[in-house]
């Protein structure tokens, strides 16, 4: 797994995917709404994840620069995404 282009694009948003999970099993355990709702932000989060790194799999296979300002259109996106969802898990606190 070396290079950046032999890691599987669905492998950069293992992360979220268990996060997303961590959440799911944290809300069925508690109850709280919080928690729920940050699951259904992560839901999401996770698939744009998964969609940057798809993006820049495919942009490294093909040089193709378009694809690398999608990705980082996304990022931008995730960005406000995650602290949203870190302001939802903050109502617990």
Known sequence: MGSPSQVPPNSIAIFRNMYRDFLKE???LTK???ISD???QFVEIAEL???VASLLDRAGKHNDECL???ASDILVELSSKEYLAMKTLEKIA
């Open 26 to 28: 944290a809300y069925e």
């Open 49 to 51: 994840w998964t969609d």
């Open 68 to 70: 690398v300002n999608k």
């Open 32 to 34: 709280l709404a919080p």
């Open 38 to 40: 940050a699951y259904e």
